[in-house]
């Protein structure tokens, strides 16, 4: 059968073709339509008849479809046509057009072959197929495949990146970004995301074929096909080069003091971090103007230029070449190579060329600091806090000076900002311990009490002994933890001695300044609560320093009655070395009086000191308060004091500080 002869088929023909079909009048109105046909789309014969074919069947047929099938003598086939179905998803189908006769009547068959694996193509994919034109429409679209080449990209793309399609199509991702050598960081980090099968999504710098930057914001998404090699990457952008012009300015403002042009903090922090990556020696000069306000209300009047910008000019005239930056109101940072007799020697050049108000030369006075990296210090929070110790030691001695910090010093500042650092994990991971120190009471021979002491051995700094971690502590306000991780322990530790039918008082050690926090008795009473442990086994002791300081607060000494209204005892702690005055002996509870240890070690000594400490013994019984002597060790300094009539002894006699469980067998002795 030759290929233009008009075949004749039967009215039954249709019913036995295999495939969906239907057939066409000339007009294009559907004749007749067979069981698979309606199956595939869902309608009836009866639904489809009479009615014009395109509008009928399918959505997505090319233009002039019609008037082709129509005007065709041979048969045509259209592939991945789209058919509505009457649920309302897609099929998708080839299509066979054939023109015959039935009847003697010219009819077009129209067969459909379900395209590959016959799928139904869903609403959905349409709904995706729709939402990718609409990201191609409205933003730049790359297309990259697997090993990093540029397989597509849209014309929003070309517009702004200036390529062509036939230069930039086989490029890899790297053309698209500055340093197109391989050594973007940021192209390194989108490239492993995207093999790390996720979405990378950010700001980026760009560059147009001829190495203009722009910027975007990027969205890169990995698809997957059926082979690794069928992986895509599309890169979606989105234009954000003007936004980031004003950033950027932004940012420069946000640098810079404005009322001198120098940098400020911000940026001299960036400054320094680069120039120790990069283990550039300098000296970090921090200037601080003496009694700035008093100065600056003397200048207030003047129309002239400021104080401050004039100083800027000196420094800038001084220190050429180095770099410089505005840290506070009358603080400035300079950076620089100069030995540090020439920094120095910027007192002497401001007194060569004062600033001057009203024609009278302002009395400009600085402190300063000469801090060095490497040698002293390591980075930039560690500068700064150098630059502070030094300024404050300055000022100390009266300020106008600009010195450098010994090695020594520095070496010791460092193992402080060491020692707060750690200090904080120790308390956060419970790392601290107590030991106990019996004291002796000489009436009965037993040990009565123990004094609750800090101990703390760090793994990277070794032991802390009190006398210095004491001081840090209270400096950075970690004092109060400590104090409430010892309070918590002894109270434990005075529970488990009541309950084992030990007799024993937990004397602890406290702070003035953990006594400023209004709540400090509330929070004692509260872990005695907790721990169930009883208030008269409780014991604080306070120094005189502390009594003096309490003296003058009354919400120290209202704190303190509540506490002794509870049951707790106050013990004043090394009595004897602090100030002589007995007021707070009226204001405040203290029923104990601890003789401090330098007067008991020169006991022996002499004449003189045998009687203050006698006298020292009955001035505290004739208070009623009980007298106990601290530091004693050895049995002739017992005895002594046993003659003097003194209540109890604590000292290496007795025992050092040790564990519980050392207390016990001591207690049993
Ligand atoms: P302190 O309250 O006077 O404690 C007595 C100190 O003298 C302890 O030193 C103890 O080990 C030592 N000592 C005891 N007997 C003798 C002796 O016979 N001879 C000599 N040479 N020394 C003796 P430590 O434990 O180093 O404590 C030093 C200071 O640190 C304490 O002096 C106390 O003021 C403070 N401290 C210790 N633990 C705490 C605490 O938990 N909180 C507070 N706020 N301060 C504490
Ligand atoms: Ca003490
Ligand atoms: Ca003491």
Same mark, same amino acid.
């Given at each position: 059968?030759?290929?233009?002869?008009?075949?004749?088929?039967?009215?039954?023909?249709?019913?036995?073709?295999?495939?969906?079909?239907?057939?066409?009048?000339?007009?294009g109105?559907?004749?007749?339509?067979?069981?698979?046909?309606?199956?595939?789309?869902?309608?009836?014969?009866?639904?489809?008849?009479?009615?014009?074919?395109?509008?009928?069947?399918?959505?997505?047929?090319?233009?002039?479809?019609?008037?082709?099938?129509?005007?065709?003598?041979?048969?045509?086939?259209?592939?991945?046509?789209?058919?509505?179905?009457?649920?309302?998803?897609?099929?998708?189908?080839?299509?066979?057009?054939?023109?015959?006769?039935?009847?003697?009547?010219?009819?077009?068959?129209?067969?459909?072959?379900?395209?590959?694996?016959?799928?139904?193509?869903?609403?959905?994919?349409?709904?995706?197929?729709?939402?990718?034109?609409?990201?191609? *429409?409205?933003?730049?679209?790359?297309?990259?495949d697997?090993?990093?080449?540029?397989?597509?990209?849209?014309?929003?793309?070309?517009?702004?990146?200036?390529?062509?399609?036939?230069?930039?199509?086989?490029?890899?991702?790297?053309?698209?970004?500055?340093?197109?050598?391989?050594?973007?960081?940021?192209?390194?980090?989108?490239?492993?995301?995207?093999?790390?099968?996720?979405?990378?999504?950010?700001?980026?710098?760009?560059?147009?074929?001829?190495?203009?930057?722009?910027?975007?914001?990027?969205?890169?998404?990995?698809?997957?096909?059926?082979?690794?090699?069928?992986?895509q990457?599309?890169?979606?952008?989105k234009?954000?080069?003007?936004?980031?012009?004003?950033?950027?300015?932004?940012?420069?403002?946000?640098y810079?003091?404005?009322?001198?042009?120098?940098?400020?903090?911000?940026?001299?922090?960036?400054?320094?971090?680069?120039?120790?990556?990069?283990?550039?020696?300098?000296?970090?000069?921090y200037?601080?103007?003496?009694?700035?306000?008093?100065?600056?209300?003397?200048?207030?009047?003047?129309?002239?230029?400021?104080?401050?910008?004039?100083?800027?000019k000196?420094?800038?005239?001084?220190? *050429?070449?180095?770099?410089?930056?505005?840290?506070?109101?009358?603080?400035?940072?300079?950076?620089?190579?100069?030995?540090?007799?020439f920094i120095?020697?910027?007192?002497?050049?401001?007194?060569?060329?004062?600033?001057?108000?009203?024609?009278?030369?302002?009395?400009?006075?600085?402190?300063?600091?000469?801090?060095?990296?490497?040698?002293?210090?390591?980075?930039?929070?560690?500068?700064?806090?150098?630059?502070?110790?030094?300024?404050?030691?300055?000022?100390?001695?009266g300020?106008?000076?600009?010195?450098?910090?010994?090695?020594?010093?520095?070496?010791?500042?460092?193992?402080?900002?060491?020692?707060?650092?750690?200090?904080?994990?120790a308390?956060?991971?419970?790392?601290?311990?107590?030991?106990y120190?019996?004291?002796?009471?000489?009436?009965?021979?037993?040990?009565?009490?123990?004094?609750?002491?800090?101990?703390?051995?760090?793994?990277?700094?070794?032991?802390?002994?009190?006398?210095?971690?004491?001081?840090?502590?209270?400096?950075?306000?970690?004092?109060?933890r400590?104090?409430?991780?010892?309070?918590e322990?002894?109270?434990?530790?005075?529970?488990?001695?009541?309950?084992?039918?030990?007799?024993?008082?937990?004397?602890?050690?406290?702070?003035?300044?953990?006594?400023?926090?209004?709540?400090?008795?509330?929070?004692?009473?509260?872990?005695?609560?907790?721990?169930?442990?009883?208030?008269?086994?409780?014991?604080?002791?306070?120094?005189?320093?502390?009594?003096?300081?309490a003296?003058?607060?009354?919400?120290?000494?209202?704190?303190?009655?509540?506490?002794?209204?509870?049951?707790?005892?106050f013990a004043?702690?090394?009595?004897?070395?602090?100030?002589?005055?007995?007021?707070?002996?009226?204001?405040?509870?203290?029923?104990?009086?601890?003789i401090?240890?330098?007067?008991?070690?020169?006991?022996?000594?002499?004449?003189?000191?045998?009687?203050?400490?006698?006298?020292?013994?009955?001035?505290?019984?004739?208070?009623?308060?009980?007298?106990?002597?601290?530091?004693?060790?050895?049995?002739?300094?017992?005895?002594?004091?046993?003659?003097?009539?003194c209540?109890?002894?604590?000292?290496?006699?007795?025992?050092?500080?040790?564990?519980?469980?050392?207390?016990?067998?001591?207690?049993?002795?």
């Amino acid at each position: 059968m030759s290929p233009f002869t008009i075949q004749q088929i039967s009215p039954e023909f249709l019913k036995q073709v295999p495939f969906p079909s239907f057939l066409l009048n000339r007009e294009g109105v559907v004749l007749h339509v067979n069981d698979a046909c309606e199956k595939l789309i869902g309608f009836s014969e009866h639904h489809l008849q009479e009615q014009p074919i395109q509008s009928t069947f399918f959505s997505t047929a090319p233009p002039r479809f019609l008037e082709l099938i129509m005007d065709s003598k041979d048969s045509l086939r259209f592939n991945e046509l789209q058919l509505s179905h009457k649920d309302d998803h897609l099929v998708s189908v080839s299509l066979l057009t054939k023109p015959c006769v039935v009847l003697g009547k010219p009819v077009i068959l129209c067969m459909m072959i379900p395209t590959e694996n016959s799928q139904l193509v869903d609403r959905s994919h349409q709904n995706l197929v729709d939402f990718y034109n609409g990201i191609h *429409q409205s933003f730049m679209t790359v297309t990259i495949d697997h090993e990093g080449f540029i397989i597509h990209c849209n014309s929003d793309f070309l517009k702004t990146s200036q390529w062509t399609p036939k230069r930039v199509l086989g490029k890899t991702i790297w053309h698209l970004f500055p340093s197109a050598d391989g050594d973007n960081k940021i192209v390194k980090a989108i490239w492993k995301t995207l093999q790390n099968r996720q979405i990378w999504q950010g700001d980026v710098e760009k560059v147009t074929k001829n190495g203009q930057p722009y910027w975007v914001h990027l969205t890169a998404i990995p698809t997957f096909g059926a082979t690794p090699a069928d992986t895509q990457y599309i890169f979606i952008e989105k234009d954000i080069t003007a936004d980031k012009k004003i950033q950027l300015q932004l940012e420069k403002i946000a640098y810079i003091d404005t009322e001198t042009g120098l940098m400020n903090t911000h940026r001299l922090e960036h400054v320094i971090t680069d120039m120790i990556e990069e283990q550039r020696h300098f000296s970090f000069v921090y200037l601080s103007i003496d009694k700035f306000y008093t100065l600056k209300e003397l200048h207030a009047n003047t129309e002239e230029s400021s104080l401050i910008i004039d100083f800027t000019k000196r420094l800038k005239m001084y220190f *050429q070449d180095s770099t410089m930056a505005r840290i506070n109101e009358n603080d400035f940072v300079v950076i620089t190579p100069l030995p540090e007799w020439f920094i120095q020697g910027f007192q002497t050049y401001l007194q060569q060329n004062p600033i001057y108000n009203n024609h009278s030369a302002v009395p400009l006075s600085i402190s300063g600091g000469i801090t060095r990296f490497p040698e002293d210090q390591h980075s930039f929070t560690q500068l700064m806090k150098a630059s502070l110790a030094t300024i404050a030691t300055v000022r100390e001695a009266g300020g106008n000076q600009i010195i450098a910090l010994s090695k020594t010093t520095h070496t010791a500042l460092n193992r402080k900002a060491l020692i707060e650092k750690r200090l904080l994990l120790a308390l956060n991971q419970q790392n601290l311990k107590v030991l106990y120190q019996p004291q002796l009471n000489l009436k009965t021979g037993k040990i009565s009490a123990v004094e609750a002491l800090v101990r703390w051995d760090d793994e990277e700094v070794g032991v802390i002994a009190p006398h210095e971690l004491i001081p840090i502590a209270e400096e950075t306000g970690l004092i109060n933890r400590i104090g409430s991780y010892v309070i918590e322990q002894a109270c434990q530790q005075a529970v488990i001695w009541q309950k084992a039918g030990f007799d024993l008082t937990i004397s602890i050690n406290s702070s003035v300044r953990e006594f400023r926090d209004k709540n400090m008795a509330k929070s004692i009473l509260q872990t005695l609560e907790r721990t169930g442990c009883p208030a008269h086994l409780i014991q604080i002791e306070i120094t005189e320093k502390f009594a003096l300081e309490a003296e003058a607060e009354t919400s120290i000494i209202k704190q303190m009655r509540q506490l002794e209204n509870e049951g707790i005892t106050f013990a004043l702690d090394d009595f004897g070395t602090g100030y002589a005055s007995f007021r707070y002996m009226q204001l405040l509870p203290i029923e104990i009086l601890k003789i401090d240890q330098t007067y008991i070690s020169s006991l022996l000594q002499s004449e003189k000191t045998k009687r203050l400490i006698d006298g020292m013994i009955h001035f505290g019984q004739s208070m009623n308060l009980t007298v106990i002597a601290e530091g004693v060790e050895t049995a002739e300094q017992k005895e002594l004091l046993t003659s003097y009539g003194c209540d109890a002894i604590q000292g290496f006699y007795v025992s050092k500080p040790a564990e519980a469980r050392e207390i016990e067998k001591l207690y049993q002795a």
